[in-house]
C-alpha cells in the first residue's frame, strides 16, 4: 500500500464493478452526457458463461443502445421448455416468439457492453479496489452533502482519493459498497448445494430446447448454449464435493435424456443458492444495483436480467437529476419501485427452485399435475410467458395525480393481465412506431402521448401545448382514439406521460390536466437548474 493523492479528474457518477450491470449503467450515462467513472477490482474481464439468459425486455434495453445485432451474432434462441417426471414426459410448453428468450453468456454481454462503453468514450479501470467510502449522510438525504468520498487502491497499490456527486455499488453478493453502508442482505440460502457443468456433447439434443428431468432426488436441468454448448444443472449428489464430467454423466444416464453422452467439458462449479435481498437500495449519493442489490435462484434466468433492469432504471433518473431536468426527489423512486420488482421475481423464482426439489408421492402427484394441466389449457404461453419476458413489469403509482380522477372503463381493462395501466410499459411496438423507444430516440425526453378526438373540448389541445411549452424536456406525441385504444386500451380524450424508461408515469382524461400539471411539477423542473 502506497501513499494516497486525490483524484483530480471531475466525474459525475462513480461505478464500483463492471460486470452486466454496472457497465450498462455507465452506458446509460455516458449516452446521456453524464461523465462516469467504472472501476472493477477483477484484473482481467469475465471469461466464463455464469448467467445465460436475456430476456425480452432487457433484449429491448439493450436494443436502444444499438447493441441488437451485436447480441444475436453472437446468441441463440429458446423456444420450447419441456419438464419431465421419472423420465416420462408432462409438458412442453412453445414460448411465442415475441416473449422469447436468448441464450448469451455473461462473458458475452460484458464483451459488448464494454465495446459499447468505448464507443462511448468510457473505460474500465481495472485491479481497482475500493477501502472505503467517507463523507456518506446516514440519514439518507441526498441534499445533506455535496458528495461522497471513495477511497480507492490502485493495481499498483497507490491509494487515491475520489470524491464525487454519487456512487453506485455494482460489485456482486459480496459487494464492499453495500458493506460499507451496512446493509443489511437479508433473506435465506436453500439447503442443497448445486452442481453445474458446461460442456459439448454427443447425442441429440434441441439447441432451442431446455430441459428439466424432475427426479425425486433432484431436478435435471439441460439449458443449450450457443456454439454447440449445453448446461447441465442438477443437485450435488451426497458425498460429492466437486462437479465434473463423470458425475454429470451418471446423472444424465440415470434421470435424463437418454443417448446423450457429456465430453468437453468448458467450465464447471458447485454453488449454493441464495435468496437475498438488500434492506435499502439507497442510502442518500450511494445506491445498489444488480447483485449487490439482490441475489436469488437461477431457475428462470432472471438474475442478470433483473440487474439490468435496475441499471436502466437508475440511469435514466440519475442523468435526469445531474442534468437539472428533474428535482433530487425524483432518486428516492428508484429503491421502491426495484425493490418492489425484484421481490416479485424472487418469488417466482423460488416457486421454480422449490418444484425443482420436491419429494414425496402426494406432492410430486400434486407437482405433475400442475404441469399437465398447464400444457393442456397454454396457460403457460398466455399468461407466464410475457411475465417471464418482462413485458408486464409494473411499478405501482405512489400519487393519486398519477392516476385519473373519478371511475372510467380503461382502469378496469388496465388491471387485466395484458393490462396497460399506470406504471406499466408502453407497448414496445407502439413505442418503436412513435419514437418512444429505440436507437437514435432521445434518451432524457419524457413524452406526452395524447389521445384526440372530436369530442375534445373547445381549447383544450391549447391548454396542453401550454403545459408543454414550459418544459424542455417534454414532447408530445398525438394519437387518434382507435390507436390509442390498440396501445393502451384508452379511447377517450386525455394523456398518457411515458418515461424515458417507457413506464407509464401518469394517465388522466380531458378534464384532468390539473393533475397532469402537478405530476410534471413533482419529475420534472420548469427549466434548468444546477446539477444535485
Known amino acids: 500500500m502506497k501513499s494516497g493523492t486525490h483524484s483530480d479528474t471531475v466525474f459525475d457518477v462513480l461505478v464500483v464493478g463492471a460486470g452486466p450491470s454496472g457497465l450498462l449503467l455507465a452506458c446509460e450515462l455516458l449516452n446521456r452526457g453524464i461523465r462516469v467513472r467504472i472501476v472493477d477490482r477483477s484484473p482481467e474481464p469475465m471469461r466464463v458463461p455464469r448467467a445465460l439468459s436475456i430476456y425480452p425486455r432487457a433484449m429491448d434495453i439493450l436494443e436502444d443502445q444499438g447493441l441488437r445485432d451485436a447480441v444475436f451474432a453472437v446468441s441463440s434462441t429458446i423456444r420450447t421448455l419441456s419438464y419431465f417426471s421419472d423420465r416420462n414426459h408432462l409438458a412442453s410448453f412453445h414460448i411465442p416468439r415475441q416473449h422469447a428468450a436468448r441464450v448469451l453468456p455473461q462473458y458475452e454481454t460484458e464483451r459488448i457492453l464494454t465495446a459499447r462503453l468505448e464507443e462511448l468514450g468510457g473505460k474500465v479501470e481495472r485491479g481497482v479496489r475500493l477501502l472505503c467510502l467517507e463523507d456518506v449522510d446516514y440519514t439518507g438525504d441526498i441534499e445533506a452533502s455535496p458528495h461522497v468520498t471513495a477511497v480507492l487502491e490502485g493495481p499498483d497499490g497507490v491509494i487515491e482519493r475520489a470524491s464525487v456527486p454519487y456512487v453506485v455499488g455494482a460489485d456482486g453478493a459480496g459487494s464492499a459498497v453495500r458493506g460499507q453502508l451496512g446493509i443489511g442482505f437479508e433473506g435465506s440460502t436453500y439447503g442443497l448445494e448445486f452442481a453445474l457443468v458446461d460442456a459439448r456433447v454427443r447425442g441429440n439434443l434441441d439447441p432451442e430446447e431446455i430441459l428439466y428431468y424432475q427426479d425425486p432426488t433432484g431436478t435435471l436441468a439441460v439449458v443449450p448454449q450457443p456454439d454447440g454448448v449445453f448446461r447441465f444443472l442438477s443437485v450435488l449428489p451426497r ?252 379511447r377517450r380524450p386525455g394523456y398518457h406521460l411515458v418515461r424515458p424508461d417507457g413506464h407509464i408515469a401518469a394517465h388522466g382524461h380531458e378534464e384532468d390536466l390539473g393533475r397532469l400539471e402537478q405530476e410534471l411539477g413533482a419529475v420534472l423542473t420548469l427549466g434548468k437548474r444546477g446539477p444535485a
Open 239 to 490: 458425498g460429492s464435493r466437486t462437479a465434473g464430467v463423470a458425475m454429470m454423466q451418471d446423472i444424465v444416464d440415470e434421470r435424463g435424456p437418454r443417448g446423450v453422452r457429456v465430453e468437453e467439458p468448458v467450465w464447471t462449479t458447485v454453488f449454493r443458492v441464495h435468496a437475498r435481498l438488500a434492506a435499502d437500495f439507497q442510502l442518500g449519493r450511494v445506491f445498489l444495483i444488480g447483485d449487490a442489490a439482490h441475489v436469488h435462484s437461477p431457475a428462470g434466468g432472471q438474475g442478470m436480467n433483473n440487474g439490468l433492469q435496475d441499471a436502466h432504471n437508475l440511469g435514466w433518473k440519475l442523468a435526469a437529476v445531474i442534468r437539472g431536468d428533474s428535482p433530487a426527489s425524483l432518486l428516492a423512486s428508484y429503491g421502491p419501485e426495484r425493490a418492489e420488482a425484484t421481490r416479485r421475481s424472487v418469488r417466482d423464482t423460488d416457486l421454480h427452485t422449490k418444484a425443482w426439489m420436491v419429494r414425496g408421492r402426494a406432492r410430486t402427484w400434486a407437482r405433475d399435475a400442475g404441469f399437465r394441466l398447464a400444457d393442456r389449457t397454454g396457460a403457460v404461453a398466455r399468461l407466464y410467458a410475457p411475465v417471464l419476458a418482462g413485458r408486464r413489469q409494473r411499478y405501482l403509482p405512489r400519487r393519486a395525480t398519477q392516476l385519473p380522477s373519478g371511475w372510467s372503463p380503461c382502469q378496469r381493462l388496465a388491471r387485466l393481465p395484458g393490462g396497460v395501466g399506470v406504471g406499466a410499459l408502453f407497448p414496445r411496438e407502439h413505442a418503436l412506431a412513435h419514437q418512444l423507444a429505440g436507437p437514435g430516440t432521445d434518451r432524457t425526453a419524457w413524452t406526452l402521448v395524447v389521445t384526440e378526438s372530436s369530442r375534445c373540448p373547445g381549447g383544450w389541445r391549447a391548454e396542453i401545448d401550454h403545459i408543454v411549452a414550459r418544459r424542455p424536456r417534454l414532447r408530445v406525441v398525438t394519437l387518434p382514439g382507435g390507436t390509442a385504444a390498440a396501445a393502451v386500451g384508452c
